[in-house]
C-alpha cells in the first residue's frame, strides 16, 4: 500500500480527500466557506465558514446581551453542524478519549444530542479529537458561535424575529419534543450556513466566563476571560426553555461543576 498504508487516499473531490474509511479529509490549498468535510470516520461533520464580520448581541432583549459590539473574523473556521451527539461521545469514551460513560435518562443514544456532560468533559472530547486527527478542535468562544448560528443574519432567529412553529425544540414551540426531551439532531432546517439546530434542542458550552453583559469583550472573537472562571456561557435554549431564550443573542451561565439534562456542545475546528 505504500508510505499511505490501509488508509490511503482514494481520491480528491471538491477540494476534498475522500479516504479509504468515508472520511471526507479536507484539503488545505482549497479551503472555501460551505465546503463540508470529515476528518475520520468517527469525527463529526464539519463545514467551513466564511471570514467576516457581525454584530453580536441584541437591544431587544436582556441587558446582558448589551452593549452590541462589532465583531470581525479574520480567520477561516470550521464548525460542526450538528450538537455532539451520543454516537460521537461513545465513540471517545470507547476509545478511551472520555472518562465518563454519560446517561441519557432512556431518551435513546445514537443521533441525539449528548447532554448531562461538564464543561471539562466537553474539552475531553475536543483533546481526543485532536490527538485522533491531528488538528485543533476546540469549543468556540461566544462571538465564534454568535456569528455561526447567525449565519449573516441579524434577526432574532436565522429565519426572523419570531419563533415558527415546528422551527426548533424548544418549549411552546410546537414539536413532539418542546418541553419534554431532547431531539435526534438535525430534525429541523439548518440555518443558511448549513449548522443544525443553533436554535434550542440543548444549550451548548462555549469558552467565555460568564460576565454579566459584553462590556470590554474582545472583537476578534477571541474568548472573554476572568480570573477564578466558575462560570461559562452557554448558548441556544434548549427544548425545556421558553423561545425568547433560542435566540441567537440569548445567553446564559452554568456552574463548569454541573451538568444538566439540557447542556451538551458542539465543536470547532481551526483551518491549519
Request: glycine letters at 10%.
Amino acid at each position: 500500500m505504500g508510505l499511505l498504508g490501509h488508509a490511503a487516499i482514494l481520491a480528491i473531490t471538491s477540494g476534498l480527500w475522500i479516504g479509504a474509511d468515508g472520511a471526507r479529509i479536507l484539503h488545505a490549498q482549497d479551503v472555501k466557506p460551505g465546503t463540508l468535510f470529515k476528518d475520520c470516520n468517527a469525527c463529526p461533520e464539519m463545514v467551513v465558514l466564511p471570514v467576516g464580520s457581525f454584530s453580536m448581541g441584541s437591544t431587544k432583549g436582556h441587558k446582558r446581551e448589551q452593549p452590541v459590539q462589532h465583531i470581525t473574523m479574520n480567520k477561516p473556521l470550521a464548525a460542526a453542524r450538528y450538537e455532539t451527539t451520543f454516537q460521537e461521545w461513545d465513540a471517545c469514551h470507547l476509545a478511551g478519549g472520555c472518562n465518563k460513560n454519560v446517561l441519557d435518562r432512556g431518551w435513546g443514544r445514537g443521533r441525539r444530542p449528548v447532554m448531562n456532560v461538564l464543561y471539562a468533559d466537553a474539552l475531553e472530547y475536543t483533546a481526543w479529537l485532536s490527538q485522533k486527527t491531528g488538528h485543533t478542535y476546540r469549543l468556540p468562544s461566544e462571538a465564534e458561535w454568535e456569528y455561526a448560528a447567525r449565519a449573516g443574519t441579524s434577526t432574532e432567529y436565522w429565519w426572523g424575529d419570531i419563533m415558527k412553529k415546528g422551527a426548533a425544540n424548544c418549549r411552546k414551540c410546537g414539536t413532539q419534543w418542546s418541553g419534554i426531551q431532547s431531539a435526534p439532531v438535525g430534525s429541523f432546517k439548518p440555518n443558511p450556513w448549513g449548522l443544525f439546530d443553533v436554535h434550542g434542542n440543548v444549550l451548548e458550552y462555549v469558552q467565555d466566563c460568564w460576565s454579566k453583559n459584553h462590556k470590554g469583550l474582545p472583537l476578534n472573537a477571541r474568548p472573554k476571560k476572568t480570573k477564578n472562571c466558575q462560570s461559562r456561557v452557554i448558548k441556544s435554549g434548549a427544548w425545556y426553555y421558553l423561545p425568547k431564550v433560542s435566540r441567537s443573542a440569548s445567553r446564559a451561565r452554568n456552574d463548569t461543576r454541573v451538568f444538566s439534562y439540557f447542556i451538551g456542545f458542539r465543536v470547532f475546528r481551526e483551518i491549519d
